[in-house]
């Protein structure tokens, strides 16, 4: 269960890194 919320989590922060890139290329 512990490993489940850790890769929910590590997805959560890759979809985050992944705006951010978008962000930046469009600013």
Known sequence: NVGRLQQ???ELILHLNS???CVNDIS
Do not use: A, E, I, V
């Open 8 to 10: 929910h989590t590590l």
């Open 19 to 21: 705006s951010n890139k």
